[in-house]
Protein backbone atom coordinates (compact mmCIF):
# COMPACT_ATOMS: atom_id res chain seq x y z
CA UNK A 1 0.00 0.00 0.00
CA UNK A 2 1.14 3.13 -1.16
CA UNK A 3 -0.22 6.66 -0.18
CA UNK A 4 1.44 9.62 -2.06
CA UNK A 5 1.08 12.88 -0.98
CA UNK A 6 1.75 16.18 -3.09
CA UNK A 7 1.08 19.40 -3.96
CA UNK A 8 2.53 21.36 -0.62
CA UNK A 9 4.32 24.58 -1.01
CA UNK A 10 4.84 28.09 -0.19
CA UNK A 11 2.23 30.43 -0.04
CA UNK A 12 1.61 33.79 1.09
CA UNK A 13 -1.15 34.33 4.38
CA UNK A 14 -4.58 34.61 2.57
CA UNK A 15 -3.07 32.19 -0.36
CA UNK A 16 -4.71 28.77 -0.99
CA UNK A 17 -3.35 25.68 -2.14
CA UNK A 18 -4.56 22.21 -2.89
CA UNK A 19 -3.06 19.01 -1.61
CA UNK A 20 -3.43 16.05 -3.51
CA UNK A 21 -2.87 12.18 -2.09
CA UNK A 22 -3.21 9.12 -4.53
CA UNK A 23 -3.72 5.50 -3.28
CA UNK A 24 -2.20 2.44 -4.79
CA UNK A 25 -2.52 -0.81 -3.42
CA UNK A 26 -5.32 -1.13 -2.01
CA UNK A 27 -9.47 -0.75 -2.74
CA UNK A 28 -9.44 2.80 -2.49
CA UNK A 29 -13.41 2.94 -2.17
CA UNK A 30 -13.40 0.74 0.55
CA UNK A 31 -11.36 3.29 2.98
CA UNK A 32 -12.17 6.45 4.70
CA UNK A 33 -9.79 8.73 4.53
CA UNK A 34 -7.88 11.56 6.60
CA UNK A 35 -5.92 14.60 6.70
CA UNK A 36 -3.48 15.44 9.47
CA UNK A 37 -0.95 17.69 10.05
CA UNK A 38 2.16 18.23 12.64
CA UNK A 39 4.60 20.45 13.73
CA UNK A 40 7.94 19.40 14.77
CA UNK A 41 7.09 18.64 18.58
CA UNK A 42 4.02 18.61 18.58
CA UNK A 43 1.48 15.50 18.17
CA UNK A 44 -0.43 14.77 14.63
CA UNK A 45 -3.18 17.20 14.13
CA UNK A 46 -6.31 16.08 12.95
CA UNK A 47 -7.36 18.47 9.92
CA UNK A 48 -10.53 16.64 8.20
CA UNK A 49 -12.09 12.99 7.21
CA UNK A 50 -14.20 12.17 4.46
CA UNK A 51 -16.37 8.53 4.23
CA UNK A 52 -15.82 5.61 1.54
CA UNK A 53 -18.42 7.25 -1.21
CA UNK A 54 -17.52 11.29 -0.02
CA UNK A 55 -20.84 11.82 1.20
CA UNK A 56 -19.84 12.27 4.30
CA UNK A 57 -16.96 15.17 5.71
CA UNK A 58 -16.07 16.27 8.76
CA UNK A 59 -13.66 19.12 9.86
CA UNK A 60 -11.42 19.59 12.95
CA UNK A 61 -13.27 23.24 14.00
CA UNK A 62 -10.48 25.90 13.01
CA UNK A 63 -10.45 24.52 9.64
CA UNK A 64 -14.12 24.59 8.87
CA UNK A 65 -15.17 27.08 5.75
CA UNK A 66 -11.56 27.31 4.66
CA UNK A 67 -10.37 23.79 4.24
CA UNK A 68 -12.62 21.15 2.06
CA UNK A 69 -11.86 17.36 1.79
CA UNK A 70 -13.14 15.61 -1.30
CA UNK A 71 -12.21 12.80 -2.99
CA UNK A 72 -12.25 11.34 -6.90
CA UNK A 73 -12.14 7.11 -5.89
CA UNK A 74 -12.34 6.95 -10.27
CA UNK A 75 -8.71 8.23 -9.75
CA UNK A 76 -8.00 6.55 -6.08
CA UNK A 77 -7.29 10.45 -4.87
CA UNK A 78 -8.09 12.30 -1.60
CA UNK A 79 -7.58 16.23 -1.99
CA UNK A 80 -7.77 19.23 0.64
CA UNK A 81 -8.24 22.22 -1.06
CA UNK A 82 -7.15 25.09 1.85
CA UNK A 83 -8.10 28.63 1.66
CA UNK A 84 -7.83 31.91 3.63
CA UNK A 85 -4.39 29.86 5.05
CA UNK A 86 -2.62 31.48 8.10
CA UNK A 87 1.36 31.04 9.94
CA UNK A 88 -0.11 28.87 11.99
CA UNK A 89 -1.38 26.46 8.72
CA UNK A 90 2.20 25.76 8.18
CA UNK A 91 3.25 21.97 8.96
CA UNK A 92 3.88 18.67 6.99
CA UNK A 93 0.11 17.31 6.00
CA UNK A 94 -0.05 14.00 6.06
CA UNK A 95 -3.05 11.76 4.40
CA UNK A 96 -4.15 8.23 5.99
CA UNK A 97 -6.37 5.27 4.94
CA UNK A 98 -8.40 3.79 7.51
CA UNK A 99 -10.70 0.21 6.57
CA UNK A 100 -13.84 0.70 8.23
CA UNK A 101 -15.02 4.22 9.32
CA UNK A 102 -14.01 7.84 9.48
CA UNK A 103 -12.14 9.02 12.43
CA UNK A 104 -10.69 11.88 14.13
CA UNK A 105 -7.65 9.87 15.34
CA UNK A 106 -4.40 8.94 14.28
CA UNK A 107 -4.45 6.05 15.75
CA UNK A 108 -7.41 4.69 14.10
CA UNK A 109 -5.64 4.86 10.73
CA UNK A 110 -4.52 1.55 9.14
CA UNK A 111 -2.40 3.55 6.24
CA UNK A 112 -0.26 7.33 6.02
CA UNK A 113 1.51 9.01 3.13
CA UNK A 114 4.84 10.45 3.23
CA UNK A 115 4.23 14.05 4.21
CA UNK A 116 3.71 17.29 2.04
CA UNK A 117 5.27 20.45 3.86
CA UNK A 118 2.80 23.58 3.62
CA UNK A 119 4.52 26.96 4.83
CA UNK A 120 2.71 30.21 4.59
CA UNK A 121 4.38 33.09 5.32
CA UNK A 122 3.00 36.46 6.91
Known amino acids: VQLQAFGGGLVQAGGSLRLSCVAS????????MGWFRQVPGKEREFVAH????????HYADSKKGRFTISRDNAKNTVYLQMNSLKPEDTAVYYC????????????????WGQGTLVTVSS
Open 96 to 111: AANKYYTSSHFADYDY
Open 25 to 32: GLTFNGYA
Open 50 to 57: ISVNGGTT
